[in-house]
């Protein structure tokens, strides 16, 4: 099985030996890739919804792979105990849903058996990342990539029972300090792509009518200045 670009950069976060978990795994291709590939000895394929989990189902079955892919109908991770899986994958959302899933699943992530937790968020990187650091996570790695067009950011942390919350400068929250420390060079050009769109909104804003939107814009474009030099 091939999987898509955002997936197999979440996938390639997945510390080889784990137990998988994969909250809203639509139709189990991760889950699937990873026990094919001998990633994982085993994995949960878990959706709040009925009918990409019974297309979950006929996926596993078709590989072959019943025995070691589990399906669960769950709503984040509430079906999942504290022991059964050291590595939990959250991806396909937004990152307020992301967070709402972390926040209500605190007691299986930070008790039992140790575990890494991976996310794609698709919104809201900042808000993600600053609650991760507020709430006792280390942030362990991130990944950048383009898939048909759309930026992806994958996320990697796991619990570390510190505030962390003053670890991280504006542009590290908002763009990534370990992507920044790399000099990613797919965030470089998701940085250039977000200037030029603030700089063109600016520009057709009227200066008297819209003060404040201006104001938001203008600090915006120096957080990407500041990331941009970080990248050099």
């Known amino acids: 099985m091939k999987l898509s670009l955002r997936m197999n950069m979440s996938a ?11 909250i809203g795994t639509d139709h189990a291709y991760v889950p699937i890739f990873v026990v094919k590939e001998n990633i994982c000895n085993k994995a949960y394929a878990m959706d709040i919804n009925k009918g990409p989990l019974l ?6 079955h078709k590989y072959l792979l019943d025995e070691k ?17 050291d590595c939990i994958l959250i991806g396909g959302m937004g990152g307020e849903l992301i967070i709402s899933i972390l926040e209500n699943g605190k007691d299986v992530i930070n008790n039992g058996i140790d575990k890494e937790i991976i996310i794609q968020p698709q919104s809201d990187l900042k808000e993600v990342r600053s609650y991760l650091l507020k709430n006792g996570y280390e942030i362990m790695d991130e990944k950048a990539c383009i898939d048909e ?5 994958s996320i990697k942390f796991r619990p570390d029972k510190r505030d962390n919350a003053d670890s991280y400068t504006e542009e590290e929250l908002s763009y990534g300090k370990i992507l920044l420390d790399k000099r990613d060079n797919t965030l470089k050009e998701y940085l250039l792509k977000n200037k030029n769109k603030f700089e063109n909104i600016k520009s057709n804003l009227s200066i008297t009518e819209n003060s404040t939107r201006i104001k938001e814009i203008n600090n915006e474009l120096e957080i990407i200045e500041k990331a941009l030099k970080r990248l050099v």
């Open 12 to 22: 390639s976060l997945i510390k080889r030996g784990s137990i998988l978990a994969d």
């Open 149 to 153: 067009g759309k930026y992806y950011f």
């Open 55 to 60: 297309k979950a189902k006929e996926n596993i």
């Open 69 to 85: 892919i589990e399906t669960r109908l769950s709503n984040g991770l509430e079906k999942l105990s504290k022991d059964e899986a």
